[in-house]
Structures are given as structure tokens and as C-alpha cells.
């Protein structure tokens, strides 16, 4: 038990980090849209499981597995009674943003390949939407506007280039 405090101490230092190159609001959407997805997966595999096609049970199922880990990923204090989500949360927590992009946008794009129905878009549509934030962040912050004329055209120089102020 007290593992899994200190994990989530660590956690939250992490996630109120004043160096961090993103806002708060931003970490949270995708650690919320992870957490929520989850869930929401998990909901809609069981519901999608009474099913009479064997590829919608099987996409149903990948995507109940796919809810838990998701869970287990951005959540492990939900699952805290079992014993080696502590290892699993801290592995996720020094993956790079690009690595949780890539895991998330497979693990929801898969189910809704295998099976177009509501159940697997909307459950694993939004673990799906979770990889897209992560991609973002893993984009990086747009540059300034200085530096981004700057790259698009080599003779532009901010002193002779200013915009008028009318």
C-alpha cells in the first residue's frame, strides 16, 4: 500500500510540473479522455458482447481489454488491488508522448476496423480520441509567429517585414 501512495505522489508532482511543456488543462484532457474512455469501453464491450457475429464479439472483447488497460494506464489508482499496476503505472508515466499516442490510436482504432457498430465507435472511439491529444502533445507547442516567418521564408527579417498598424 505504500507503493502505491508514493507512485501517486510521484504522479501528481508529474502532472503539476511548472516546467512541463504544457498547460495543466491539456495533460488532464488526455489523462480524462484515457480514464473516461476506459470506462466507456469497458461499458460498451459488455453491452456490444450480445452479439450474434463472431467478429463483433471478438472486437467487443479486444475492446473490453483495451478499456482496462487504458484504465490501468492513466488510472492506477482505480486498480489499486492489483499487484502489479504499480509497475505498469510507472512504466506509462516515463513513456514519451508519441509512445502513448501510437498505443492508444491502435488499441481504439483496431476494435471499430473489426466491427463498425455503435458500441466499438463510441467505446473505443474515445481511447482512440485520447491517442489523438497524445499526438499532439507529441507534436510539440506552435512556434512563435517571428520564427515561424522566419523558416518559411529566408529573406524575411523582422525589422524590415514589421506589419503596418493600420
Not at 80 to 102: C, G, L, P, T, V
Request: aromatic share 12%.
Amino acid at each position: 500500500m505504500g507503493a502505491a501512495a508514493s507512485g501517486m505522489q510521484n504522479q501528481m508532482q508529474a502532472e503539476h510540473d511548472p516546467n512541463a511543456n504544457f498547460p495543466w488543462w491539456v495533460r488532464f484532457v488526455a489523462k480524462g479522455l484515457g480514464i473516461v474512455g476506459g470506462f466507456v469501453a469497458i461499458f460498451f464491450g459488455i453491452l456490444g458482447l450480445i452479439s450474434l457475429d463472431p467478429k463483433c464479439i471478438f472486437a467487443m472483447l479486444l475492446q473490453l481489454v483495451s478499456g482496462c488497460f487504458a484504465i490501468a494506464l492513466e488510472a492506477p489508482f482505480c486498480c489499486m488491488f492489483i499487484d502489479f499496476i504499480e509497475r505498469i503505472a510507472q512504466f506509462s508515466e516515463s513513456r514519451k508522448y508519441w509512445h502513448k499516442a501510437a498505443l492508444f490510436g491502435v488499441m481504439g482504432i483496431i476494435p471499430i476496423l473489426i466491427c463498425i457498430e455503435l458500441n466499438s465507435v463510441l467505446g473505443s472511439g474515445m481511447i482512440f480520441c485520447c491517442g489523438v491529444v497524445y499526438g499532439f502533445m507529441a507534436l510539440g507547442k506552435k512556434a512563435d509567429r517571428q520564427s515561424m516567418m522566419a523558416a518559411s521564408d529566408p529573406a524575411w527579417s523582422p525589422q524590415v517585414n514589421q506589419p503596418s498598424a493600420s
